[in-house]
Structures are given as C-alpha cells and as structure tokens.
C-alpha cells in the first residue's frame, strides 16, 4: 500500500469518527411494553429466592422480586421473578393459567404496608362468623392506629381479599393507611404482637403462638408502649377480644390472625392467585369497603392490583411507622416512631451502614447515576 492510499483510508476514517460525534448511534433498543408510559421490559427468572433478590438490588429499574409455584413441581418448590409491577401485571391479566400461583416476595427491611392474614377450620369453629370477626378486628386496629401513632382510618382504608372454602374461612386484609407506612413487616409483626397482647395472655397457648413471631415476648411488647411518648392518649381498659380465639382442625386453641407472616423476604400470595393443586384464588370480598382511586393510564382493575401489593409503597409526604422493642439501654430509641418521610435509628445499627434508604424512588436514581459505564461501586 503507498502512502496516498494509506492518508486516504485514514482521512476517511477520521471523517467517520467526527459523523458519528456529531451523530452519535443510539443507545441498544429495549423492548418495552405496548403502551409508551410503561416501563423497559425486564422479566428474568432465578431458580433461587437470594438471586432474584440480587439481580433485583442491582438494576437501575423500579423492579420487585415474586415467586411462582408451578402445577408439575415438587410441592413446596417455586421459582423467582424479576420484573415491574406494570409488566407483571401485563401478563399476569393475560395469561392467567401460567401465573395462576403467584406470591409477592416482601423483601427484608422494605417499607411496606400493614397486613393481615387471617383464617379459621370452619367444623372445628361452628356458629363463628367470619364477617363479623374480620369487621371487629379492622375497628379495633383502626383504633390502636390512632393510639399509638395518631393516624385516623376507617374500613373504607382497607383492602379486604377472600379466598374461603366450605372447610376453612381465609382473609386478606391490606391496610392502605393515609399517607403513612411500615418500616418493614418486622415492625408491622410487633405492632400486631402489641395489639393483640390482651387476647395472647389470656390464651393458655400464649407462648406457643408468640413463637411464630421469632422471639418477641410479651414483656418486650409491654415495655415498648409504656411511657411511649407518641402516645396520642392514654391506653383505655382492654377491650374483649375474645372472638380472635379460635380451634384449629385437629381442635387445639389457635388465633384467627395468622403470626407467621411477618418474617424476611415473605412469600405473601397475590390477589387473584389460588395455591398450587387448588382453584380458590384470592378475589375482593363481599363485606370490602375499600374503593380503589386509578391513576392516570391505569384500569380500576389494575389499581387494584397495586394496592394489594404490600411493598407498593410511595414515599411522598409519608410518615414511616416503626415499633422498635429494644430494651432502652441497649438501644436509646423511643418507641413507637411515626416520623415523617424517613426512619429513625439506633445508634448502634447506624455504625454497621444501611443497604438502602425508606426512599425507593431517591435509592434508583441514585444508583443510575452511580453505575454509568458500568461503574459497581466499590469496597473498602
């Protein structure tokens, strides 16, 4: 090759360097959902809950983590699903056979909203009416809500969801609190072990219950609300709270509201979805009060959705709710906590850092801004 050949192929490759400065190519196409408002797709599946949860952490997107039970798998087995609540919801109304068993990963230290899970064996509790139980226990926590923390709510601020059978009476109660949330469902777990303690000391089965709650006694509970300073007014006489009482099938004491539920990462079934070998799927309940408020582009249907989905929290203008039972000279916390727009922390936890902040929304950006060109982070 002779030199003018070669200053040739170079000035035209400078040329092509400078077209595409001033015309750079596009970014890689990302498939998105049929509407222009929705989200870039993003729908991976993990065969392990601790994947899912990683792969989750690290994307820009707002994603969520949720489990999937299949009709051929082993019992018990399930798989994990990361996507966007607008995509699940996309193909979760479409095609309903493969997303029938489906349960929303709560993840560990999210801020989220109150839930209950309740249900009771119908032969072994004849002549209880479920209704009425469900209808008393919302007063009753509507009532404890203004107590301790100051927050007015009604039965129309809360998701009612039904999935019973002739054997077994089964509710989903999801409080959709007026501008106000848990830190996460520990602390929802022993706000509910604090409410309920009237009924779990009479119960002669006490200490069994509590064991669902992993550890919390009822000592600890009684310490967090005494001298509590959040208190909007004095504690009144207990009420009877007697009907929480109930049989299991094999005719042992039980509650009506499940105690288990409040543990990291819980797998929580979604609306709309039955378990794996049965067909009664969780729909909106007879006695439900609560009327959804679309959003703009949103059908009611799928507003319903999302505000049966306990992580689906908006952190704007909101009070994070916390009830912390660490003995005061452990912790130097007061309890309980309703502080606008952010979490309070003991001294000690602040030493150890924080994997995200109660704002969702301020984390994701901050974490696109962070991983531009592909920069992680790093440790130290």
């Known amino acids: 090759m002779n030199k003018g050949d070669w200053e040739n192929r170079l000035k035209k490759v400078e040329q092509l360097a400078q077209s595409f400065q001033q015309c750079p190519l596009t970014s890689?196409?990302?498939?998105?959902?049929?509407?222009?408002?929705?989200?870039?797709?993003?729908?991976?599946?993990?065969?392990?809950?601790?994947?899912?949860?990683?792969?989750?952490q690290s994307c820009s997107e707002d994603v969520h983590v949720f489990a999937l039970e299949k009709e051929q798998a082993k019992m018990g087995q399930r798989i994990f699903l990361v996507t966007s609540y607008s995509e699940l919801w996309h193909y979760y109304s479409t095609y309903r056979q493969s997303l029938m068993?489906?349960?929303?990963?709560?993840?560990?230290?999210?801020?989220?909203?109150?839930?209950?899970?309740?249900?009771f064996h119908r032969p072994s509790n004849k002549?209880?009416?479920?209704?009425?139980?469900?209808?008393?226990?919302?007063?009753?926590?509507?009532?404890?809500?203004?107590?301790?923390?100051?927050?007015?709510?009604?039965?129309?601020?809360?998701?009612?969801?039904?999935?019973?059978t002739e054997e077994k009476f089964s509710r989903h109660l999801i409080f959709i609190l007026p501008n106000a949330a848990f830190k996460d469902n520990l602390h929802v777990g022993q706000f509910i072990h604090l409410i309920l303690q009237p009924v779990l000391s009479v119960n002669r089965r006490g200490s069994e219950l509590e064991n669902d709650m992993g550890g919390v006694t009822e000592d600890s509970g009684k310490r967090g609300l005494i001298g509590s300073p959040q208190?909007?007014?004095?504690?009144?006489?207990?009420?009877?709270?007697?009907?929480?009482?109930?049989?299991?099938?094999?005719?042992?004491?039980?509650?009506?509201?499940?105690?288990?539920?409040?543990?990291?990462?819980?797998?929580?079934?979604?609306?709309?979805?039955?378990?794996?070998?049965?067909?009664?799927?969780?729909t909106v309940a007879e006695d439900n009060r609560f009327i959804t408020k679309p959003k703009r582009n949103v059908s009611a249907e799928e507003s319903l959705f999302q505000s049966s989905l306990i992580s689906n929290v908006s952190f704007t203008s909101q009070k994070i709710l916390t009830w912390d039972l660490h003995d005061e000279r452990d912790g130097i916390c007061p309890k309980p906590h309703a502080q606008l727009g952010s979490t309070s922390h003991c001294v000690s936890d602040s030493l150890g850092g924080y994997q995200c902040s109660p704002h969702k929304e301020v984390d994701n950006f901050v974490l696109s801004v962070v991983k531009k060109d592909g920069i992680q982070g790093s440790k130290f």
């Open 101 to 119: 068993h489906c349960y929303e990963v709560i993840p560990e230290g999210a801020v989220c909203k109150l839930y209950f899970d309740l249900e």
């Open 231 to 282: 208190a909007k007014r004095p504690r009144q006489e207990e009420r009877d709270l007697s009907f929480l009482l109930v049989k299991n099938k094999d005719g042992q004491d039980g509650l009506f509201v499940d105690l288990g539920v409040y543990t990291k990462n819980r797998n929580f079934r979604l609306y709309k979805s039955s378990k794996v070998g049965k067909n009664v799927a969780f």
């Open 127 to 164: 002549g209880f009416d479920g209704k009425c139980m469900v209808a008393s226990l919302i007063q009753y926590v509507c009532e404890k809500l203004e107590e301790v923390y100051g927050i007015e709510c009604s039965g129309k601020d809360v998701l009612n969801l039904d999935s019973s």
């Open 28 to 56: 890689c196409y990302k498939p998105r959902l049929s509407r222009p408002w929705q989200p870039s797709s993003i729908w991976k599946l993990f065969p392990r809950q601790c994947m899912a949860i990683n792969f989750a």
